[in-house]
């Protein structure tokens, strides 16, 4: 069972705004800053957010991430085909002293 | 720009230990602040951080599997090493490398190899 708790689904039609949450405790999200991973069937994960809510390069800005005292949002708005994918959040936790992943979730574009 | 890959068995018996390197460019992990980790992801699982290791040679491994793991880098041919001992059919995953940058004012890996599936069985 993963440390960090996200919905194991997400669907929303072309155009529209998912929003994919991430649930954890004090010793992660709570102290420390949240990234997101985006994993395309077949691919290697590619960062999307880190530090909350900054965006690497390339990245464009309908992605979105916010934190709000233990739980992380990622936005997606505008949905794409080529958003169909398995999304991750991540984070540092000090009590376990590791890097946490989410159990994952797949976004659906209906 | 940085790239990494990942090189080893794809095939392992039980109590097997298992070697893998990770071969990368466009960095050196003699800068400060610079790291390279491991992560696996079971079939159609989740991802599994493993262990990182830093430009100093700190050295951080998941807690759950630290028993059993060793990261070590080799900075003049570009490659950092995790050897895993007594693999079992449960740690059949494909394992990723991935570059930490050296900005430690957040933790996230920004570059990922492709990846190596590697399967154990009797």
């Known amino acids: 069972q993963s440390v960090l708790t996200q919905p194991p689904a997400a669907s929303g039609t072309p155009g529209q705004r998912v929003t994919i949450s991430c649930s954890g405790g004090t010793s992660n999200i709570g102290s420390r800053t949240v990234s997101w991973y985006q994993q395309l069937p077949g691919t290697a994960p590619k960062l999307l957010i880190y530090s909350t809510n900054r965006r690497p390069s390339g990245v464009p800005d309908r992605i979105s991430g916010s934190k709000s005292g233990t739980s992380a949002s990622l936005a997606i708005s505008g949905l794409q085909s080529e958003d169909e994918a398995d999304y991750y959040c991540a984070a540092w936790d000090d009590s376990l002293h590791a890097y946490v992943f989410g159990a994952g979730t797949k976004v659906t574009v209906l | ?122």
């Open chain 2, 1 to 122: 720009q940085i790239t990494l890959k990942e090189s080893g068995p794809t095939l392992m018996k039980p109590t097997q230990t298992l070697t893998l390197t990770c071969t990368f460019s466009e960095f050196s992990l003699r800068t400060t602040g610079v790291g390279v980790g491991w992560i696996r992801q079971p079939p159609g699982k989740a991802l599994e951080w493993l262990a990182i290791i830093y430009w100093d040679d700190d050295e951080s491994y998941n807690p759950s599997l630290k028993s059993r793991l060793t990261i070590t880098k080799d900075t003049s041919k570009n490659q950092v090493v995790l050897t895993m001992t007594n693999m079992g059919p449960v740690d059949t995953a494909t394992y990723y490398c991935a570059h930490r940058p050296r900005d430690h004012s957040f933790f996230a890996f920004d570059i990922w190899g492709q990846g190596t599936m590697v399967t154990v069985s009797s």
